[in-house]
């Protein structure tokens, strides 16, 4: 089993900036990144494919969001900007093994991860 360790969350005002960061323990494939907020769904963030090459963001966070992978060190980055109220959350971090193939429709689910992080959490406000 992957274990993945979140960091990097905290509390930002409105159109700052924050970078989070989650290492895994071993070999991954797909890595994504979710967030919850109390009494909701978890919500897809964005993904990228096991070399960092491919990726996806959810329409909320596109050009806001940016994920990034960091093959040397089984790794992967959120950097985020422009933050907004909404985007208070509890995220997470998950990775699938490479038995599946990088596509935008099976990252987007939460029952295609074998491995889930902790979480950080992330607070928006003035």
């Known amino acids: 089993q992957v274990l993945l360790v979140e960091s990097g969350g905290g509390l930002v005002q409105p159109g700052g900036s924050l970078r989070l960061s989650c290492v895994a323990s071993?070999?991954?494939?797909?890595m994504a990144w979710f967030r919850q907020t109390s009494g909701k769904e978890r919500e897809f963030v964005a993904a990228?494919?096991?070399?960092?090459?491919?990726?996806t963001h959810a329409d909320s966070v596109r050009g806001r969001f940016t994920i990034v992978r960091d093959n040397n060190k089984n790794t992967v980055h959120l950097s985020m900007k422009n933050l907004k109220p909404g985007d208070t959350a509890v995220y997470f971090c998950?990775?699938?093994?490479?038995?599946?193939?990088?596509?935008?429709?099976?990252?987007?689910?939460?029952?295609?991860?074998?491995?889930w992080g902790q979480g950080t959490q992330v607070t928006v406000s003035s």
């Open positions: 998950a990775q699938r093994d490479r038995s599946m193939d990088f596509d935008s429709e099976r990252a987007e689910s939460p029952a295609n991860y074998d491995s």
């Open positions: 071993g070999r991954t494939g797909t």
């Open positions: 990228t494919s096991f070399n960092g090459r491919a990726t």
